[in-house]
Nanobody
């Protein structure tokens, strides 16, 4: 089973930035897609952004341009650059890898934004 390890979370103030990283134990081009999900307190996991094997990027319908997903295939790592953070962005950010109908998840990294 693939291991996905997230890093880069933390506690920041309104307007600050964070860059999350998800390192895969496997070649990320083996996956149909990799993405980031956010789970707020008591809420379901919602897609933030994903990138397909071919490089197509999809963002949540609510995307407002503050977040950018990218990848480094040489490092088997996917990133989420988060700018102008708001308290509503608070949650656990989880890395996801999809292969056909199989989902693998990381343990998540906490992001807390204070006003």
């Amino acid at each position: 089973q693939v291991q996905l390890v997230e890093s880069g979370g933390g506690s920041v103030q309104l307007g600050e930035s964070l860059r999350l990283a998800c390192e895969s134990s496997e070649n990320i081009l083996l996956f149909n897609s990799m993405g980031w999900y956010r789970q707020g307190p008591g809420k379901q996991r919602d897609l933030v952004a994903q990138i397909t094997r071919g490089g197509r990027i999809d963002y949540a319908d609510s995307w407002d341009g503050r977040f950018t997903i990218s990848r480094d295939t040489g490092l088997n790592t996917v990133y989420l650059q988060m700018n102008s953070l708001e308290p509503e962005d608070t949650g656990v950010y989880l890395c996801n890898a999809k292969v056909l109908t199989t989902d693998d998840w990381g343990h998540g990294t906490q992001v807390t934004v204070s006003s």
